[in-house]
C-alpha cells in the first residue's frame, strides 16, 4: 500500500484521505490553519444570549446530495441531519419582500415579483434544461463543454428576458454562489437547475455543519499548523516542503493530492505540466465577505428562510440567509442571520475594521423590509479565496484538463472548481482524486 501525502484539510482533503485509509493507505493530511474542515467548518460564539454555532462558509447539505449523504451514513452522523425549519425564500423588488416558494404554478402565477409576459417566457428555460438534459450532468460538468458559450447573464436574457433575469433567477445565483450573473455561465445555470430539479429538500446537521469535517478528521491522521510551500512530483515519489510553527521541514511520500483552491495550486505545486499550469493560471475565484448578527430575539420580519437583494434595489447585499432555522445553532428564540456582501462592497470594505462592516450590514437591511435590526454579538469573515467562479469557457478547459495526456507523475488534484462550488462536489472531487492516486501509486 501507499503512502501518500494530502495537501489541504478541507472537506475535499478530508473526503481523500479518509477513502485512501479506508482502502487501507498510509495517509497524512496537512492542514495550514490549526483546525480542519476549510469552508465547512462550524464555531461557537458565546454571548449573554447563549451560545450560536456561526456555519463559516457551507451553509446547508440536499437532500440530492447523494455521495455526502452517503458518507455521512458510513460516519454514523447520519441521525443528526435534520430538515431546515424554514426553506422557502423572499426576493425584495420595489421595497415589498415577494414570497418565493413557487412549490405550485398556481401560487406563482399569483405572485407579483414579475410581470405577465415575463412569466409567459420562464417555460423556454424549462424546454432548454429538457433540450440538454444528456449534457447536463451536475457531477460531470464537462459534459456541458460544447454549450458552454455565453454568460449566465446573456443566456437568461435571451432565454427568459431581462425582467425575469434580473428580478428572478439572478437573484437566486447570486445569493447562494455570492457573484454577479456575469461571472458564471449559462451552462452552470442550467447545471444547478438540474441539481435543484434531481433533489433540493435543505436540511443541517444538529449543531453545525462542521459536524461532518469533524467526523472525517477524527478517522486521519491531520497535522495541523502546517503550510505547505512546494510539493514536487516525479516517477519515483513525492516530496512536499512545509512549514510547521515556524520548523521547515521535507516529508517524503510515494504520492500527493493537492485539494487546496484552484487559484492556490500554481503556487504550490512545482511540477505541473504546461497543460496543468495553463489550466490552474485560468481557475478564478470570488473574493467574498460574510457578516454574521446574532439577535436577542429572532426578526418577525424573516419568516423565512432565504432572502435575495436584486442587484438593480441597490442594498449592496447579495442575499441574507436565516440560520436560526436551523437545528441547534441558536438560543431558543434568539436570531443567527448570515448576510453575504455583493462584490462591490466587499472590495470597498476588504482592509476595514470588522464594525464598518456590519454597519454596512444593518444599514443595508434598515432599507429593506427587513427593518433595524439590533445585534448582540457579529462574526465577519473575508474569504480569498472563497468559492469558485464557472465563466463561460470554463467547462471546455475543465474538459481539457481531465483529458490531458501529459499529467505530472503520482499527483492528483480535488476542489469543488473541478465540479462545482457546492459541498458535494468538493467531496466528489476528494474521493475522485483517491481513486486516481491510488491506482497511479
Known amino acids: 500500500m501507499a503512502k501518500v501525502a494530502v495537501v489541504g484539510g478541507g472537506v475535499a482533503g478530508l473526503a481523500c484521505a479518509w477513502r485512501l485509509v ?29 451560545v450560536f454555532v456561526v456555519d463559516r462558509g457551507a451553509q446547508f447539505v440536499a437532500s440530492g446530495y447523494r455521495n455526502l449523504l452517503q458518507a455521512a451514513a458510513t460516519l454514523g452522523i447520519a441521525p443528526k441531519l435534520h430538515a431546515v425549519g424554514r426553506a422557502d425564500n423572499a426576493i425584495l423588488r420595489d421595497g415589498r419582500l415577494h414570497p418565493g416558494d413557487y412549490g405550485s404554478p398556481l401560487a406563482f402565477l399569483r405572485s407579483r415579483l414579475v410581470s405577465g409576459r415575463a412569466k409567459l417566457r420562464l417555460p423556454r428555460l424549462v424546454a432548454e434544461i429538457a433540450l440538454r438534459r444528456r449534457q447536463l450532468d451536475p457531477w460531470r460538468p464537462e459534459r456541458a463543454a460544447a454549450i458552454d458559450r455565453e454568460s449566465l447573464a446573456d443566456g437568461l436574457t435571451r432565454l427568459v428576458g431581462a425582467e425575469a433575469m434580473e428580478y428572478l433567477l439572478a437573484p437566486a445565483f447570486s445569493s447562494t454562489f455570492d457573484a454577479d450573473p456575469e461571472d458564471h455561465s449559462l451552462a452552470f445555470a442550467l ?35 502546517c503550510e505547505v510551500t512546494s510539493v514536487e512530483t516525479s516517477a519515483s515519489g513525492a516530496r512536499i516542503a512545509l512549514r510547521c510553527d515556524g520548523r521547515e521541514e521535507m516529508l517524503a511520500a510515494d504520492a500527493a493530492v493537492v485539494a487546496l483552491p484552484g487559484s492556490l495550486v ?70 443567527l442571520l448570515n448576510a453575504a456582501l455583493t462584490a462591490t462592497a466587499a472590495e470597498r470594505l476588504r482592509d476595514a475594521p470588522d464594525d464598518a462592516v456590519v454597519a454596512h450590514v444593518v444599514e443595508s ?77
Open 266 to 335: 500554481g503556487g504550490v505545486v512545482a511540477s505541473l505540466t504546461p497543460e496543468e499550469k495553463s489550466f490552474f493560471a485560468a481557475v478564478r475565484y470570488v473574493r467574498g465577505m460574510v457578516c454574521f448578527l446574532m439577535t436577542d430575539r429572532a426578526p418577525a420580519t424573516l419568516p423565512w428562510y432565504g432572502v435575495a437583494f436584486p442587484r438593480r434595489e441597490g442594498v449592496g447585499l447579495y442575499g441574507l440567509a436565516v440560520d436560526h432555522w436551523k437545528p441547534g445553532v441558536a438560543p431558543a428564540g434568539a436570531g
Open 365 to 441: 437591511l434598515a432599507r429593506t423590509p427587513v427593518g433595524r435590526l439590533e445585534p448582540i454579538a457579529n462574526a465577519v469573515h473575508r474569504w480569498d479565496p472563497m468559492l469558485p467562479l464557472f465563466p463561460a469557457g470554463h467547462l471546455a478547459r475543465l474538459a481539457a484538463f481531465h483529458a490531458r495526456r501529459d499529467r505530472s507523475p503520482r499527483l492528483a488534484f480535488a476542489g469543488d472548481y473541478l465540479i462545482g462550488p457546492y459541498t458535494e462536489m468538493a467531496l466528489t472531487s476528494g474521493m475522485r482524486a483517491a481513486t486516481e492516486i491510488a491506482a497511479a501509486a
Open 191 to 225: 447545471l444547478t437547475a438540474r441539481l435543484v430539479l434531481g433533489g433540493f429538500r435543505l436540511l443541517a446537521f444538529d449543531g453545525g455543519i462542521g459536524l461532518l469535517t469533524r467526523a472525517l478528521a477524527a478517522q486521519l491522521p491531520v497535522r495541523t499548523g
Open 22 to 50: 479506508r482502502a487501507g493507505h498510509e495517509v497524512v493530511v496537512l492542514e495550514r490553519e490549526r483546525v480542519p474542515g476549510g469552508r465547512m467548518r462550524s464555531e461557537r460564539v458565546e454571548t449573554s444570549r447563549g
